[in-house]
C-alpha cells in the first residue's frame, strides 16, 4: 500500500497492471470520503485504463466504475514524454489544474472540472471528458462543428479579456503573474516556435523533399527573421492577459453541441493574439488535410471556421470590452479601438509563427504528416509556409476573418505554382 507521500510516477505506459491497481488506490484517496466528499465509487466494479491518445509531455489514465462514475487522473513526468532530453517543471500539474479552476470560472463550462490537484505526485483529478473527441482526431476524419468558432471566440474572449489589465485588478494580475509563471514551459515555446523554424535547428522535423524551400523561405529571410524576432520579444514581455498557451486542435475536446478546453499547461502571461492566432493556424493544418483528401467541402468549412472565428471575436470583445472595462485609462475614447487592433495584429503574426513551427519545427502535427502523396503533402506544407508568411509580414493587414479567408485562398493557389 503506497501512501502517495513522496513523488513517482504512477501512470506507466509499459505496465498496465500496477498502473491501475496503484491509480485506483490513488484515486480512492483522492476523492472518495474527502472534505467535499466528491464521488461516491463503487469499488468492487473500479477500472483504470490508459487511452491510447495522448498529447507530447504528460501521462494520463481514466478511472471508471460500474455505476457510471468516472475521473482523468493526469500526471506530470520529470522527462517529456516527446523526448527524454527534455524536462519541465512538475510544478506545470499545478499550474495547468489552478488555471483551469480560473478558466472555469471566467467561462464556465468551456474547460473540464478539476476535482483535486497534488503538488506532491504532481497529478490532479479532473472531468472524464471521454464522451467527446479531440479535435484533431476528428478533423482527420473530416468532421466538422457549427459551433466551434462561437465556443472557442467565446472562451478567448471571456479568458483573455478578463484576465487583462483592462478588466482586472493590477494588483490582482501581478499576483497571479507570480503565480503562473512558467520559464520551462515559456523556454519551449521561445525555441521552438518563435526561434528555431527561422534560425534552423538539429532537432527541427524537416520533410526532405520540402528542405531546399524551406531553407530559401524560412532560413534566409531576413525580413522575416526580423518580424519574428519582434514577434519573441512580445511574447517574452508583453504579459497581456493569461494565456491557454498550447490552443491548438489536439487542446480541444468537442462535440456537436459542446465544446471544452483542456491542457493549458503552457499557460501564461504573454499577448492575446497568441492564443488567437494558434486557433486560425490550427484550422488551416485541418484545411490542408481535407484538401489532399480531395474533401474541398471540408477545407472550406475549416477556412470559415477560422474567419468566423476573427469576426466572432471582434464582435464579442467590442461587447465585453463595454461591459466589463475597469482601467479608467482603457476609458479614454480610441483605445479600445487601439488596444483590439494590435491583439488582431499580434493574432497575425502568431498565427504565422503556429503554421511554420508546426510544418518544420520540432513538434509536427499529424494533419500535415499524415499526408502520404508527397506532391500533396508539399501543397500542404507550401501553403502553410506560404500563408505563415503573409500573415507575419503583413500583421497590419488582417483585420477581419475576411482578409484571413482570402490570404489562406491565396495561398493555396501560389503553392500550387510552386509544384
Ligand atoms: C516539447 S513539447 C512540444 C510541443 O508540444 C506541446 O503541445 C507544445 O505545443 C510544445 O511546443
Ligand atoms: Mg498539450
Redesign the pocket.
Known amino acids: 500500500m503506497t501512501d502517495f507521500s513522496k513523488y513517482f510516477l504512477m501512470i506507466n505506459e509499459d505496465d498496465p497492471v500496477t498502473t491501475e491497481k496503484t491509480v485506483i488506490e490513488y484515486t480512492l484517496l483522492k476523492t472518495k470520503g474527502t472534505e467535499k466528499g466528491q464521488i461516491d465509487w463503487d469499488e468492487s466494479t473500479m477500472k483504470a485504463a490508459i487511452p491510447s491518445e495522448h498529447?507530447?509531455?504528460n501521462h494520463v489514465c481514466r478511472v471508471t466504475d460500474g455505476k457510471g462514475n468516472s475521473i482523468y487522473i493526469k500526471q506530470a513526468g520529470d522527462t517529456?514524454r516527446?523526448?527524454e532530453d527534455?524536462t519541465a517543471t512538475l510544478d506545470r500539474n499545478r499550474q495547468e489544474s489552478e488555471i483551469l479552476q480560473l478558466e472555469e470560472k471566467m467561462a464556465p463550462g468551456m474547460v473540464p472540472h478539476v476535482y483535486f490537484f497534488d503538488t506532491t505526485m504532481s497529478a490532479c483529478g479532473m472531468e472524464d471528458c471521454s464522451d467527446y473527441e479531440v479535435m484533431r482526431d476528428a478533423m482527420l476524419k473530416h468532421e466538422t462543428f457549427p459551433r466551434f468558432a462561437d465556443d472557442i471566440s467565446t472562451f478567448m474572449v471571456r479568458t483573455l479579456l478578463l484576465s487583462s489589465d483592462v478588466v482586472m485588478d493590477h494588483r490582482k494580475k501581478k499576483e497571479l503573474t507570480r503565480r503562473f509563471i512558467t520559464p520551462d514551459l515559456d523556454d519551449?515555446?521561445e525555441k521552438?516556435?518563435l526561434m528555431e523554424p527561422y534560425l534552423g535547428a538539429e532537432r527541427n522535423n524537416v520533410f526532405e523533399p520540402n528542405r531546399e524551400f524551406v531553407e530559401k523561405e524560412l532560413y534566409q529571410h531576413d525580413a522575416l527573421h526580423l518580424a519574428v524576432s519582434k514577434l519573441k520579444f512580445n511574447f517574452m514581455t508583453n504579459a497581456q492577459a493569461l494565456l491557454h498557451g498550447?490552443l491548438?486542435t489536439?487542446?480541444v475536446f468537442i462535440r456537436k453541441d459542446s465544446t471544452k478546453i483542456f491542457?493549458c499547461e503552457?499557460g501564461t502571461f504573454a499577448p492575446m493574439g497568441y492564443d488567437i492566432g494558434n486557433v486560425v493556424a490550427n484550422l488551416i493544418f485541418a484545411m490542408d488535410n481535407g484538401i489532399a483528401g480531395g474533401d474541398q467541402a471540408f477545407a472550406d468549412w475549416t477556412v470559415q471556421a477560422a474567419a468566423d472565428t476573427i469576426d466572432l471575436f471582434i464582435r464579442k470583445y467590442n461587447s465585453l470590452y463595454d461591459e466589463a472595462v475597469t482601467e479608467p485609462m482603457a476609458k479614454v475614447p480610441g483605445f479600445k479601438e487601439y488596444y483590439l487592433e494590435s491583439i488582431l495584429k499580434d493574432t497575425a503574426g502568431y498565427a504565422g509563427t503556429e503554421l511554420h513551427?508546426r510544418t518544420v519545427g520540432?513538434?509536427n502535427v499529424v494533419d500535415v504528416t499524415s499526408i502520404k502523396d508527397t506532391r500533396k503533402r508539399l501543397l500542404a506544407e507550401r501553403t502553410n509556409i506560404i500563408a505563415g508568411k503573409d500573415f507575419i509580414l503583413h500583421q497590419e493587414k488582417f483585420m477581419s476573418g475576411r482578409d484571413y479567408a482570402e490570404a489562406i485562398r491565396r495561398a493555396v493557389a501560389e503553392a500550387e505554382k510552386t509544384l
Open positions: 498529447g507530447n509531455l517529456l516527446i523526448s527534455m519551449i515555446t521552438l516556435v498550447d491548438h489536439g487542446s491542457d503552457f513551427r520540432m513538434a
